[in-house]
């Protein structure tokens, strides 16, 4: 695709891109305050060119899954996912959505968002700081910036790719 | 009878005191935040302090610290047998599952551990977020000095002990 499109234009479609991040903030638990905390005018980070409050996950472009991901939440995160447009990119925000956090033996918890939807940047933490937040976003719009985009949205990988059981036998 | 729009000034009248004093936004690419002190942000370890005696994987309340030991014969000249003494193969930290509650720190005895506020350690990848030894101890060079007692506060016991091994009063 990046041979039929031509250099110059990826370029500006991605630099597009990257600084209009209408954000979804996908808040399950304490880590959404965190979130809410970095898109107040203390940290404000529509300084990046994220966009806060979209209004529906149809005019999003990022999602950030901030807190524990249930089981029972599960489909809702997934569906929500499968309604934003493409170009999409999701930031896990914190241990929970991470991996499962405190939480990992927890028999409702999901053992980490990218067990559903594939993630861009995994944020460490618990819950992470704000500028955290602000360097995870710095790191996806790197990604956007060095990706081999066209007109018709992103290579991803596959899904059912990632929900494969971890321990394959022998 | 209230005046109407007096609700209107009032909130307008708030609306331009707050808009003549200087804004509070962090500009933080450009300008490093101003952490609070004592910031918990990720785990330095010391390596020539571990002596492997497991404590921090023991306390860990999400079992995130992955520790692997040999033991390993340590001839003494002049002494009735070998002594041995662990040795650390591997000491790695999941910080994608860490709760940053700082058990590991506060238990271990010979202050291997220690927090630095560093946060930007964000992956693509989830695996990256392990930390093996060898990643833990490029942290250690961003350790702060540990912070200066209170002002008026008692001594350090290990102050009040020396000065009491030297025969004058603490300081």
Redesign the interface.
Known sequence: MGSVVGDPIKFVLNWGRRYSLWVFNFGLACCAIEFIATSMGRHDFMRLGVIPFAHGPRQADLMVVSGTVTDKMAPAVKRLYDQMPEPKYVISFGACSNCGGPYWDSYSVTKGVDQLIPVDVYIPGCPPRPEALLHGIMKLQDKIAGEQSGLGGVNRTDVKALTAPPVRRP | MELPGKGLVKGLAVTLGTLTQR???????DVE?D?PPR?R?VIALIEENCTVCMLCAREC??WCIYIDSHKEEVVVPGAARARQRNVLDRFAI???????CGICIEVCPFDALHWTPE????????RD?LHEKDRLEEWVATVPAPPAHDHRGEPAKEQTAAAKRSGQSAV
């Open positions: 804004t509070g936004t962090q500009q933080y690419p935040p952490l910031t942000g309340p999400d999941d910080f994608s599952l860490c709760m940053y946060f930007e350690y964000a992956e693509h990848d989830i977020l």
